[in-house]
C-alpha cells in the first residue's frame, strides 16, 4: 500500500526530480521510483511551425545538449528535404557534435560527479560540492574547466556562439569552416589531450575505494542500444541501430533508424513526466535498455582512434565486456572524451574540410522525416511529419536520458536496497541515492546536479503507506 | 589599449531590457574602440573563472529588475568580492566567479558590477527608452571603472 505524492509540475525547462522509496514490514526497501516532476511540450507546441524551424526551435530543449537536437533535429529534416549532405557538411557536423559530447562529459566528470569520486560519499555534505572539489583539488577542477572550454570554443568558432549556435539547418551548415578557425582548433588540441590523458591516469585507481558503488550502482543485466558502423569503432552520427544483450549478444543488428518505432516503444508511468523506452521485441518492461558512454564501449570493438584504442584496452583488460555496473559511465566518459578530440583533430586535417560547398537547398520532397544521432547521454531520436506546406503536424523525440528511465529506476532501487536499512535515512545513503542518477548523467541537471544542494525530495513509507522519514535537499 | 582590461557584457538581447549587457559591449566597441577586450553573453559560465584570471580589471555590465532603491533606469557600480561557497556550475554570480578565479589561478582581477534596472523585460530585441536613453552614461560608469 502506498500513499500518492503529489508535486506541481516545475515549469522551467530543467526541473526537478524525486525518488520515492518504499519499505516492507521488516524496513527493507520493495520499491523505489525516480519521478521526473517536469513537463517539456515541445512535440505539441511546434505542431503548426515551418518544418525549417525545428532545429533552433528544438534545440531550445535544453541549454546544455542544445547541439545534440540542433544535429538530429537537422537530419530528420535533411530527409524532409530528402537531399544528401555535403560531405564536408557531415564532417562539419560531427566536429560540432562531438565537442558537444567532450563539454557536456566534462561537466558531468569534473564538476558534479568528482566531488564524490575525490571527496568521497561520506564525506561533509557541506564541502562535497563543486567549491569544495575547487578548494581540494585545484589541479582537477583547472582541469574540468579547461576540456569543457575546449568543447565550448570549437562549438563558438563554428556556430558563432556557445549556447544555440544557429549553424547545423536543413541540407548542411550555414557556413564553411574557414583556415584560422581550423588552425586555432588544432591549436587547442594539445593541451586537450594532456588533460585527458593526466586524468585517465589518475581516475583508474580511483575505483578501488568504490568497490560497493560498483557492485550496486546500476549493475544487473539489461539491453544496450546506440548507433554503429560496420567499422566496429564509435560511431555518434551516422549508421544504423545496434541491440546488444547482457552477454554480449548482438541480438539486432543494422536496425534501420528511421524505423525505431518498429522496435522501441514508448512506456508511460503514471508517477513521471519521463516517458521509459523500451526494445519492443522483449516486451515491457523486459526491454530495459542502457544507452549512453557506456553502452556505446559495449557495442564497439574498438573507440577508432589511436590513444582511445588504447584507454579502451585499458579499460577492457579489467573491466570485460559488457560492462554492466552503470558506475562505469564514468569510466566511459573519460574514453569518450579522449576519442572524441583525437577524432576533431582527424577531421580537422581532413582535405576537404575547408570546402564551400557545405549545404544541399531543397523544397520539401518527403512528408516524413527522422534523425537520429548519438547525444551525450545517448541515442537522440527525432521524428517529424509535414503537410502540403511544410507545416508540422507530428513530432516525436525519443531523448537520449529518456532511453535510460527504466535502467536508472532498477538503478536506484539496487542502491537503496544495498544501503537503505531500517526507519533513518542517513545522507550518506541519501548521496549515493543521488549519485547513481549522477552516473547516468540525465538532461534533468540544470535541477539534479546543483552542486552539493541537488533538489532531491527523499520520502521512506511503512508498508500501510505511513512516512517514515522525509528528506528534502534544495 | 590597456589589453589587461574586460568589459563583459550579460543578458539576452531578445528579452528587452535584459539585453543592456550586450548593448553596452556594442556601444563601448564604438566609442572606446580597442580600448579593452570585450565580451558579450547570455550569462556567465564556468570557463569564464580562467579568462578572468588574465586580467586586472574587469567590469560586469548586466540588466537588473528595479527595486524602490534602485528605480527603472538608475545605474549603479558597485565592487565586487570574491565569493567562497556551493555554486551550481549552471548559474554563476560575478562574486562566485571571482572567488572561482581567486581559489584556482591566485590571480583575481579587481571586478565591478555594473547594473542598469530595467523597464521590460519581455520579448522584444530593443531596449525601452528609459534604458535607451541612460546606455552612454552606463558605458562612462564601466569606462571609469576600467581606466583607473
Known amino acids: ?474 | 589599449m590597456h589589453c589587461d582590461r574586460l568589459l563583459i557584457g550579460v543578458g539576452n538581447p531578445l528579452r528587452g531590457d535584459d539585453g543592456i549587457g550586450a548593448a553596452i559591449v556594442a556601444h563601448a566597441e564604438q566609442t572606446h574602440a580597442g580600448a579593452w577586450a570585450t565580451l558579450a553573453c547570455h550569462q556567465l559560465l564556468p570557463e569564464y573563472a580562467a579568462l578572468l584570471s588574465h586580467y586586472t580589471r574587469v567590469v560586469i555590465a548586466d540588466a537588473a529588475y528595479p527595486t524602490p532603491d534602485m528605480p527603472i533606469g538608475t545605474v549603479r557600480c558597485v565592487p565586487v568580492q570574491p565569493a567562497h561557497g556551493s555554486a551550481s556550475p549552471h548559474h554563476l554570480t560575478p562574486a562566485t566567479l571571482l572567488g572561482w578565479t581567486q581559489v584556482l589561478y591566485s590571480t583575481p582581477p579587481r571586478l565591478w558590477l555594473v547594473t542598469i534596472a530595467g523597464a521590460d523585460f519581455g520579448y522584444s530585441d530593443t531596449l525601452s527608452p528609459v534604458v535607451q536613453a541612460v546606455l552612454p552614461a552606463a558605458v562612462a560608469q564601466c569606462a571609469a571603472c576600467l581606466a583607473g
Open chain 1, 1 to 474: 500500500m502506498t500513499r500518492r505524492i503529489e508535486i506541481n509540475p516545475v515549469t522551467r525547462i530543467e526541473g526537478h526530480a524525486m525518488i520515492s522509496l518504499h519499505l516492507d514490514d521488516a524496513g527493507l526497501v520493495q520499491q523505489a521510483h525516480l519521478h521526473v516532476n517536469q513537463l517539456r511540450g515541445f512535440e505539441q507546441f511546434c505542431v503548426g511551425r515551418p518544418f525549417y524551424e525545428m532545429p533552433a526551435l528544438m534545440a531550445r530543449i535544453c541549454g546544455i545538449c542544445p547541439v545534440s537536437h540542433l544535429v538530429a533535429a537537422s537530419k530528420a529534416c535533411d530527409e524532409l528535404l530528402a537531399v544528401q549532405v555535403p560531405p564536408t557538411a557531415a564532417k562539419l557536423r560531427r566536429i560540432m557534435n562531438l565537442a558537444q559530447i567532450i563539454q557536456s562529459h566534462a561537466l558531468n566528470f569534473f564538476h558534479l560527479s568528482s566531488p564524490d569520486l575525490l571527496l568521497g560519499m561520506d564525506s561533509d555534505p557541506t564541502q562535497r560540492n563543486l567549491f569544495g572539489l575547487l578548494q581540494s583539488h585545484p589541479e582537477r577542477a583547472r582541469d574540468g574547466i579547461r576540456l569543457r572550454q575546449f568543447g565550448q570554443q570549437i562549438i563558438e568558432l563554428l556556430g558563432g556562439k556557445r549556447i544555440h549556435p544557429g549553424w547545423v539547418v536543413p541540407g548542411g551548415v550555414n557556413e564553411p569552416l574557414s583556415k584560422a578557425h581550423r588552425e586555432q582548433m588544432l591549436g587547442m588540441v594539445p593541451d586537450a589531450l594532456a588533460i585527458i590523458e593526466r586524468t585517465l591516469t589518475w581516475f583508474p585507481p580511483l575505483l578501488d575505494q568504490f568497490s560497493a558503488e560498483i557492485q550496486t550502482f546500476g549493475n544487473f543485466p539489461s539491453l544496450f542500444v546506440g548507433l554503429a558502423n560496420h567499422q566496429g569503432t564509435l560511431e555518434h552520427y551516422d549508421g544504423g541501430i545496434r541491440v546488444m544483450d547482457s552477454a554480449g549478444n548482438n541480438i539486432a543488428q543494422w536496425l534501420e533508424p528511421n524505423h525505431y518505432a518498429d522496435y522501441i516503444g514508448e512506456a508511460v508511468e503514471p508517477d513521471s513526466y519521463l516517458k521509459s523506452p523500451y526494445y519492443k521485441p522483449l516486451g515491457y518492461p523486459d526491454g530495459m535498455y542502457r544507452v549512453g558512454p557506456l553502452a556505446r564501449l559495449n557495442l564497439v570493438d574498438r573507440c577508432g582512434t589511436p590513444r582511445a584504442d588504447a584507454a579502451f584496452a585499458t579499460f577492457t583488460a579489467s573491466h570485460p565486456r559488457p560492462v554492466l555496473s552503470s558506475f562505469h559511465y564514468h569510466y566511459a566518459r573519460l574514453i569518450e572524451i579522449l576519442y572524441g578530440i583525437e577524432q576533431i583533430e582527424l577531421l580537422l586535417n581532413d582535405p576537404d574540410i575547408l570546402s564551400e560547398h557545405v549545404r544541399a537547398f531543397a523544397e520539401p520532397n518527403r512528408s516524413e522525416g527522422i534523425g537520429v544521432s548519438e547525444a551525450p547521454r545517448g541515442t537522440l531520436i527525432h521524428h517529424y511529419r509535414i503537410d502540403g506546406q511544410g507545416l508540422v503536424t507530428y513530432a516525436n523525440m525519443i531523448i537520449a536520458s529518456g532511453n535510460n528511465n527504466l535502467a536508472m529506476n532498477r538503478g536506484i532501487l539496487q542502491a537503496a536496497r544495498h544501503f537503505v536499512h531500517g526507519t533513518e535515512i542517513k545522507e550518506g545513503m541519501l548521496n549515493r541515492v543521488e549519485a547513481v542518477i549522477r552516473a547516468f548523467d540525465p538532461c534533468l541537471s540544470c535541477s539534479t546536479h546543483a552542486a552539493g544542494a541537488m533538489p532531491f525530495h527523499i520520502c521512506l513509507h511503512a508498508p500501510d503507506g505511513s512516512l517514515l522519514h522525509e528528506l528534502w535537499r534544495g
